[in-house]
């Protein structure tokens, strides 16, 4: 006789696989046994990538970085109690970058709720309102229809195409066992408390943000009786297609992880394209690299028209150019749990945008030739036609001792970074100096950006690399790293991995905030800036990582070019 629990997880992740499932992560439990076992047997049967990970908070991270990278949703498996909130962080950006992910977690049965019970809490909607969609399996008896199943595992499917999923998965002891036979399917299912939150489907029209100086009806535009989510799944509407006035002078924005669409536009517009390092749109003749220093120019005046895609986060200019009275705004639908409005802004219109015909190439053309004059200003090219060779060398060899600045570190990485190869940026200062400086290019670079949170960025990270087979380079800071020290054990097998740790002894991008002005050093340095006397040697060491410590362009430039046998934390000390 087969075993209820397995049955029903050998049917579940099979339509799931089904449906397109091709990566599972597990975290070891007993109740989530029946799971963690049909997982393992897929895996042997050649159909998925299991990855097993012990602690749950990385093991969400590490589903989050393959579905970056694979673009479809990945499966993390839990047990019940603690263990479930330990996904929380994962699930939180998940939903706010929009990530699909399918959350399973075990749980007690119904008998052993509310009583105390080992390992027991309240699980059923654990990650509202972040999910998607809420399923309940109550406990598998094993008279449940296989075709419910599938039925179930469909629904999950497709509700997480642009967020996190929850399956609440309960099971009674025996919790796993032998599932042959389960193919006779005999029985009624009614699911009682199988729960589905839906999506919207209706055209948005006009968004007048929230303003704290108006009242809340006037300010959302919305009657007294609107759903309490309506902000959160305006991603999930179907939207309007806008035709965009090319003849206003228009600059195009493009946030984490906008797409190509941004630079098509662009270049359709011939408009200056802003675009984030994480974009997936920094390259292309439309992309301009030093937009902040211009918009300090009369060409800021000039502005009627921002069109903005994906999700900008690393810089106030944004908003503060939406928020200009003359401004019209034009956004495309996020993915995310919440609508991205840039703050301030007095009118949004949201759609799937097009052009309407050619812009000015003469707006254009101004916006590249002062972006080429600051390029030349910040990094002049020193004449070696009249050098001798051995004048040459030397200045070369000046060069490589140079230490390494957090410019020069970003710059380096970019450079050795290619089509095939993938890097990802941890929520530091390294992302922003990354954004001001570093040239266009076409590289698939990620970042948590949905939260812009610092955790989880090496778990991500091995998510990405476990995915795929060029280079997968992560440029994080000290404390991002210490944030997430647990997810190094995971790292050391994978030689296409290389963790770069610009390490400051501290979180000095709080240097750069109003705070560093209006608190006294000790005060400060004790709460914000929290230095730290970490060995990373050690821990690399400890985690079974190849460990190196450069200080000059030239140790900097081999340690990224060089192959190895496993994963290698490269630390570059740097000044505060």
């Known amino acids: 006789m087969s075993n209820p629990a397995s049955r029903y997880a050998e049917i579940l992740l099979g339509s799931l696989i089904s449906k397109g499932l091709t990566d ?46 694979t673009k479809r949703p990945v499966v993390v498996i839990t047990t019940s109690g603690s263990a479930v909130g330990n996904l929380m962080p994962a699930v939180m950006e998940s939903s706010h970058a929009g990530v699909p992910l399918i959350v399973i977690t075990a749980d007690r049965p119904d008998e052993l709720r509310g009583i105390a019970s ?37 629904k999950a ?19 796993s066992g032998p599932t042959a036979g389960f193919e006779q399917e005999t029985g009624e299912i009614l699911l009682p408390n199988l729960s589905d939150t839906g999506q919207a489907d209706s055209d948005t029209g006009e968004v007048i943000p929230a303003r ?24 999930l509407l179907k939207p309007r297609s806008l035709a965009i006035d090319p003849s206003a002078n228009t600059v195009v924005i493009a946030g984490d992880k906008a797409g190509p669409d941004a630079e098509k536009l662009a270049d359709e517009m011939r408009a200056p394209l802003f675009a984030e390092v994480t974009s997936g749109a920094r390259f292309g003749p439309n992309v301009i690299v030093y937009w902040r220093e211009l918009l300090k120019t009369e060409l800021r005046d000039q502005i009627e028209q921002v069109v ?3 999700h900008p986060t690393l810089w106030r200019e944004v908003a503060e150019l939406c928020a200009l009275p003359r401004v019209r705004t034009l956004v495309t639908p996020s993915p995310g749990i919440h ?77 050795h970074t290619w089509p095939h190869d993938r890097l990802i940026f941890g929520s530091s200062r390294l992302i922003r100096v990354a954004d001001a400086n570093v040239p266009r290019k076409n590289i698939v670079a990620y970042a948590n950006r949905g939260l812009a949170g610092i955790d989880g960025t090496i778990a991500t990270a091995v998510g990405v690399a476990s995915s795929q087979l060029g280079t997968t380079r992560v440029l994080l800071g000290d404390l991002a790293t210490l944030h997430d020290i647990g997810s190094l054990q995971l790292a050391a097998p994978l030689k296409n991995l290389q963790i770069v740790v610009g390490n400051d002894r501290g979180g ?41 410590q450069v200080k000059t362009r030239t140790e900097l430039e081999a340690a990224l070019s060089e192959q190895s046998d496993r994963a290698v934390l490269i630390e570059v000390p740097l000044e505060r």
């Not at 959302?220 to 799944?233: C, L, M, R, V």
């Open 24 to 69: 599972i992560v597990v975290s070891p439990g007993s109740r989530s046994q029946a799971l963690a076992l049909a997982a393992a047997d897929y895996e042997s049967q050649g159909v998925i990538q299991l990855r097993v990970v012990v602690d749950e908070r990385s093991a969400a991270f590490v589903a989050l970085g393959a579905a970056l990278e």
């Open 118 to 154: 080992n390992q027991t809490t309240v699980q059923e909607k654990f990650f509202a309102p972040f999910t998607r969609s809420f399923y309940e399996v109550p406990a598998p008896t094993g008279s449940e229809k296989k075709s419910e199943i599938e039925k179930l595992a469909e």
């Open 157 to 175: 499917w497709t509700s997480a195409q642009t967020g996190p999923v929850q399956i609440n998965f309960a099971a009674r002891e025996p919790l």
């Open 212 to 235: 704290h100086s108006a009242s809340t009806a006037e300010a959302t535009n919305s009657s007294t009786d609107a759903p309490e989510s309506k902000n959160q799944w305006l991603a």
């Open 308 to 310: 903005i895609f994906g």
């Open 339 to 415: 609508q991205y409005v840039p703050a301030g802004a007095s009118k949004v219109r949201i759609g799937r945008l097009s052009s309407k015909g050619h812009g000015d190439q003469r707006w254009l053309k101004q916006w590249r030739i002062l972006d080429q004059e600051i390029e030349t200003e910040l990094n002049p090219i020193e004449s070696t036609a009249d050098l001798s060779a051995s004048e040459y060398a030397r200045a070369e060899m000046k060069a490589g001792r140079e230490a390494i600045t957090r410019k020069s570190l970003v710059d380096a990485i970019w450079r």
């Open 508 to 548: 000095s991008m709080f240097d750069l905030l109003e705070v560093k002005n209006g608190a006294s050093p000790e005060l400060f340095d004790r709460v914000m800036y929290t230095p730290h006397s970490t060995n990373f040697e050690g821990l690399s060491y400890g985690f079974g990582l190849e460990y190196k």
